[in-house]
């Protein structure tokens, strides 16, 4: 079963930066279009970026996320990344990455996710 481990959360003040990563255990991470959701206490889960595969040609960011954070990955590597500027206080989620669309193809769960908490 594919494995998603999510990394790199943490506690920062606002304004600060953060960099989390997802390691995916699937031969065809490079097929994938991917992203990353992050889920908010009392929220439901929403997208807050993603892209294309194989290549990194496309990329597309929720409206609150825009022009702060930056979505990459490597496919050598089975690894996606969210670079995380400029955070707020309604940044504060629980992370997680997947397919785009979610749950597609071998991505049948999600991971745990990684903690992220903006505040002073």
């Known amino acids: 079963q594919v494995q998603l481990v999510e990394s790199g959360g943490g506690l920062v003040q606002p304004g600060g930066s953060l960099r989390l990563s997802c390691a995916a255990s699937v031969n065809v991470f490079a097929l994938y279009a991917m992203g990353w959701y992050r889920q908010g206490p009392g929220n439901q889960r929403e997208m807050v970026a993603s892209i294309t595969a194989p290549n990194d040609g496309f990329r597309k960011y929720a409206d609150s996320t825009k022009g702060r954070f930056t979505i990459s990955r490597d496919n050598s590597k089975k690894m996606l990344y969210l670079q995380m500027n400029n955070l707020e206080p309604e940044d504060t989620a629980v992370y997680f990455c997947?397919?785009?669309?979610?749950?597609?193809?071998?991505?049948?769960?999600w991971g745990l996710g990684t903690q992220v908490t903006v505040s002073s």
């Open positions: 997947n397919s785009d669309p979610p749950l597609r193809g071998p991505y049948k769960s």
